[in-house]
């Protein structure tokens, strides 16, 4: 199977565009934090000027208030139906998002080998109603992401090899990848899916087409 790839990271409606014609198969629209956020009234203009709005991804924060269900009903009627979740999340925030019809990403930034094992043991108490896909960055202590840093792609390994992902959802690897590293990455983990913002920028927030062409025909000849 094709590798799926998500351009994630976009702030302006060209580049999120030009990524979907590069046959990007997600973009990803910022809502939690860093040089890349977007406030969500410029989520929305993004997504609705988009061909197809259901291959936007909106990264959000969970938090138990009326602005983040204000956010669920705008993105709602926007179209945008796949959530990347941060903040607070529970068994529960799984099941709801999907009674109100959203399908969901659970992020684990991977420190170690028990980051994994932990996450296994979350995931099955999660059992049907937990996320739809796992999305696996690297471990920053001052960031949620988006810095460049890479996965440990021989630890994911190697807990594959043990079994510690047994049972997860679609994995998608996030961290560090760039056109030049992606296809080894793939070759190393086998995930669903490979995430990128950083690895194709030509400055913060600013997508350089090249590197988004080349990092997508990378990764599905991988």
């Known amino acids: 199977m094709t590798t799926i790839v998500k351009v994630c990271g976009l702030t302006s409606i060209d580049d999120a565009r030009a990524a979907l014609i590069a046959s990007a198969d997600w973009v990803g629209l910022n809502l939690v934090a860093g040089p890349r956020k977007l406030e969500i009234d410029a989520a ?18 969970v938090t138990n208030d009326d ?8 993105l709602s009627d926007a179209g945008v139906r796949r959530l990347q979740l941060y903040g607070d999340v529970s068994t529960d925030t799984f099941s709801d998002l999907r009674d109100r019809g959203f399908s969901t990403l659970a992020v684990l930034r991977a420190k170690d080998r028990s980051s994994l094992e932990d996450f296994s043991t979350f995931l099955a108490a999660c059992g049907q109603v937990g996320p739809d896909y796992v999305v696996v960055d690297a ?17 994911i390994h190697g807990a594959q090899r043990d079994g510690v992902l047994a ?11 760039t056109p030049e590293n992606v ?12 995430d990128v913002s950083s690895g194709v920028e030509s400055s913060v927030g600013k997508k350089d087409q090249a590197k988004v062409e080349s990092f997508i025909t990378a990764a599905k000849g991988a």
């Open 44 to 61: 929305i203009e993004i997504a609705s000027q988009l061909p197809d709005v259901s291959r936007v991804v909106a990264l959000v924060p």
């Open 67 to 74: 602005i983040f269900v204000e956010t669920l009903r705008r």
């Open 139 to 155: 471990f920053d202590a001052s960031s949620l992401g988006g810095t460049g840093q890479r996965a440990d792609w021989a630890m």
């Open 167 to 177: 049972g997860w959802p679609p994995m998608i690897l996030a961290g560090g990848l």
């Open 183 to 194: 296809a080894q990455a793939i070759e190393t983990v086998s995930p669903f899916g490979v």
